[in-house]
């Protein structure tokens, strides 16, 4: 991450933070890149911004330009005050946006789906965390007279946060691992793009190539 989007004298957990998520090696699909960090929620902050990109197939050039199946942010905030509404001192909270295929747009489980993806991916890299709250969002998309011609579309949007917390058994001392809840957010990313590492018997929803 740039220097120039944390200050030089954060405390050491806000280090510790940033260097595991420096240390975080996420799947070749995922693109992730720096940005401009809030100011004023909490005196420590950086983000982070990610698209997941089709798999290259075996003969593809790896320079052409690949479809965008998802995108999303990442902001880890930290408060060494512990704010109450957290009940920790450190904050992620998150975005997620994916067009995926029209008939998806009638299933009125989709939202539900949608939260237990989030669920699934923390609990899936061991990422312990509590104060979990979120939305999900579904935008569906019809064009009419001059642009009737262009196919309906349906988006989902996931807005979440939660509060990292370190191993449950004690094990380490140092506070919460955020580089593998930074990870866990990625695995979401990933579902929603319909890249998921998929057990027996499990489908993906079918993101839209764009």
Same mark, same amino acid.
């Given at each position: 991450m740039?220097?120039? =989007? @944390?200050?030089?004298?954060?405390?050491?957990?806000?280090?510790?933070?940033?260097?595991?998520?420096?240390?975080a090696?996420?799947?070749?699909?995922?693109?992730? /890149?720096?940005?401009p960090?809030?100011?004023?929620?909490?005196?420590?902050?950086?983000?982070l $911004?990610?698209?997941v990109?089709?798999? =290259?197939?075996? /003969?593809?050039? #790896? /320079?052409?330009?690949?479809?965008e199946?998802?995108? !999303?942010?990442?902001v880890? =905030?930290?408060d060494?005050?512990?704010?109450?509404?957290?009940?920790? $001192?450190f904050?992620?909270? $998150?975005? @997620?946006r994916?067009?995926?295929?029209p008939e =998806?747009?009638?299933? #009125?489980?989709l939202?539900?789906?949608?939260w237990s993806w989030?669920v699934?991916a923390l609990?899936?890299?061991e990422?312990?965390?509590s104060?979990e &709250? !979120? $939305?999900v969002?579904?935008?569906?998309?019809?064009?009419?007279?001059? %642009?009737?011609?262009?196919?309906?579309?349906?988006?989902?949007?996931?807005?979440?946060s939660?509060t990292?917390?370190?191993p449950?058994?004690g094990?380490?001392?140092?506070? #919460?691992?955020?580089? @593998?809840?930074?990870?866990?957010?990625? /695995?979401?990313?990933?579902?929603?793009?319909g890249?998921?590492? %998929?057990?027996? &018997?499990?489908?993906?929803?079918?993101? +839209?190539? +764009?």
């Amino acid at each position: 991450m740039a220097a120039h =989007l @944390v200050p030089d004298d954060v405390p050491e957990d806000f280090q510790r933070a940033l260097d595991s998520l420096r240390a975080a090696r996420v799947r070749a699909e995922v693109v992730i /890149d720096e940005a401009p960090a809030p100011q004023r929620i909490a005196p420590y902050a950086v983000a982070l $911004t990610a698209d997941v990109l089709a798999p =290259l197939s075996g /003969d593809a050039d #790896p /320079d052409d330009d690949r479809d965008e199946l998802a995108t !999303g942010r990442f902001v880890l =905030l930290h408060d060494p005050s512990a704010p109450e509404p957290w009940g920790g $001192t450190f904050r992620a909270v $998150t975005f @997620v946006r994916a067009e995926l295929e029209p008939e =998806l747009g009638s299933d #009125p489980l989709l939202a539900d789906v949608g939260w237990s993806w989030l669920v699934d991916a923390l609990a899936g890299r061991e990422a312990p965390f509590s104060h979990e &709250g !979120g $939305t999900v969002t579904r935008v569906l998309s019809q064009s009419f007279a001059a %642009l009737a011609d262009r196919p309906a579309s349906v988006e989902i949007e996931l807005r979440a946060s939660w509060t990292p917390h370190g191993p449950r058994d004690g094990s380490r001392s140092s506070g #919460p691992d955020l580089g @593998v809840h930074l990870l866990a957010w990625t /695995d979401l990313l990933c579902t929603v793009a319909g890249l998921p590492p %998929l057990p027996d &018997g499990v489908t993906a929803l079918r993101a +839209r190539r +764009r």
